[in-house]
């Protein structure tokens, strides 16, 4: 083939492989976010300043610009799928046993932190002059609901023993300098100056002056004492490019202060692309079976081939119409059955071809490696990430791997009926279609709802995985 011919095979691969893929996903997150105007339960996910140019959003909400000293806010950590810095009463149940600090993704009042002088300044007075909190300010960050200071030590971190514990400690008297954090400004999306934190447009970080650490909550979670939610450490390295060290004040109340306007800056959509592919895919990691709770919608990768379970998609009350996730056994059992007989089918042509056969054309040959084998190979990438995984799995995932096993099923067919007559090809695919469209036809009733009790359909529980019917 000549080179020129060669070069032009792999540009139109390229393009339409490659590229043209990209730009319709791209596409598709331009268009949602174009459209996407109304605030929802996921917004937490989102960086601060997109939540603020949502209708509906209490995120900067007639929030004052300019952050000071006696503040009340409440800290988004920047890094992807970041929550909010948050406290509650429950302490560690090892390390300092102090009170715990996390990052959470839900909006309550534990999350309000109140901005107060470090303790070498004179004591904060709600009647005196406004001063503001900019580069460099060594402050404290007192939890709204219990008082107590923001703080860190020379203690492991609960799980990440390689960070410092991040707890609250004390009150607004009683504390140490393990108390103060460095503000240090990294971006301002509205601004050049960084002699005052500006709300959602700010972005900075927070260094503990006395262990030379840096305030960060990663995607990593706590245990069930912790509630699941993200641990939040002081760790010892300084990247100022660890976007998990980054922090931003999304919501910002001061009577002294006039409300301000930030929801008027837009968030960049690449920055916003980014931000919500990375958090779709720890948000998705992070699903892993809990041990103290009875899944019993989720199911395990041998199950799907067998059709050994399927998946109530809504509640199973008799007043509710009820729909059951379930594929047709024909297709699951015969698609299962097929790479198992086409795996039989190469093996015996390739222990014929070593015994001297020459049976098969350079025809049938190709027939088989791109209708056989391709199918096979796509089934197989798209099955095995579910048995390594360690997330949670439900019947659902099996989907794109089956679609890979229907054409293996219709390669064998196709194989195993080329050599009869054309009366007998078309009587067995008759036969295969009268039965795939009787099974649907049979099961319709969780397709298109099971109304009443589900016990009326007790004939459909051909397996005890198949909870159809109770």
């Known amino acids: 083939m000549p080179e020129v011919v060669v070069a032009k095979h792999l540009l139109a691969r390229v393009v339409g492989l490659i590229i043209v893929p990209c730009v319709v996903y791209i596409l598709s997150f331009y268009v949602h976010f174009w459209i996407l105007e109304n605030s929802g339960p996921g917004d937490a996910q989102m960086s601060s300043l997109f939540q603020a140019n949502l209708k509906g959003t209490e995120v900067g909400k007639d929030s004052p610009l300019e952050i000071a000293l006696g503040s009340r806010v409440t800290l988004k950590n920047m890094g992807y799928g970041g929550g909010l810095l948050h406290s509650h009463i429950q302490t560690y149940p090892e390390g300092s046993t102090q009170q715990q600090v996390t990052c959470y993704h839900h909006k309550d009042a534990n999350n309000d932190w ?10 904060f007075d709600p009647e005196g002059p406004l001063r503001f909190i900019g580069d460099g300010d060594i402050i404290r960050l007192i939890h709204g609901q219990t008082g107590r200071n923001l703080h860190s030590h020379a203690i492991s971190a609960p799980v990440t023993k390689s960070q410092f514990e991040v707890s609250c400690y004390g009150n607004i008297t009683i504390g140490d300098d393990k108390d103060h954090w460095t503000v240090e400004v990294v971006d301002d ?8 934190i500006r709300t959602l447009t700010t972005a900075f970080r927070l260094k ?9 909550a990663g995607n990593v979670n706590l245990p069930q004492w912790g509630f699941k939610q ?30 301000g306007d930030p929801g008027s800056y837009k968030s960049p959509f690449w920055k916003d692309f980014i931000h919500l592919n990375v958090a ?7 699903l892993v079976p809990d041990p103290d709770k009875q899944d019993d919608l989720a199911s395990k990768f041998w199950q799907w081939p067998i059709l050994n379970v399927g998946l109530r998609m809504c509640s199973w009350d008799d007043t509710t119409i009820k729909y059951y996730l379930l594929g047709n056994p024909v297709v699951y059992w015969g698609s299962t059955l097929s790479l198992a007989l086409f795996g039989l089918l190469v093996l015996w042509y390739l222990v014929r071809w070593q015994r001297g056969y020459n049976e098969l054309t350079q025809a049938d040959i190709s027939h088989i490696h791109y209708s056989g084998l391709y199918p096979v190979i796509g089934w197989v990438l798209h099955y095995l990430p579910f048995a390594v995984m360690a997330r949670v799995t ?8 089956l679609y890979y096993a229907i054409l293996t099923f219709g390669f064998c067919i196709d194989w195993f009926t080329q050599g009869m007559n054309k009366k007998l090809r078309w ?34 529980n051909w397996l005890s995985g198949w909870r159809i019917a109770n």
């Open 230 to 259: 993200i641990e939040t450490t002081c760790v010892k390295e300084n990247k100022p490019g660890d976007v998990y060290t980054h922090w931003n004040v999304e919501s910002h109340y001061n009577e002294k202060l006039p409300p």
């Open 427 to 460: 009587a067995v695919y008759a036969f295969l279609y009268c039965l795939i469209i009787g099974m649907f036809v049979y099961f319709r009733a969780i397709v298109f709802g099971i109304e009443g009790s589900s016990q009326q359909w007790t004939h459909l």
């Open 189 to 196: 999306v509205a601004s050049r100056d960084r002699s005052k």
């Open 208 to 216: 503990h002056p006395a262990l030379g650490c840096y305030l960060r």
């Open 394 to 401: 439900y019947v659902h995932h099996y989907y794109p791997a």
């Open 280 to 286: 779709m895919m720890t948000s998705n990691n992070a």
């Open 114 to 123: 109140f901005i107060y002088p470090n303790r070498y300044e004179p004591e």
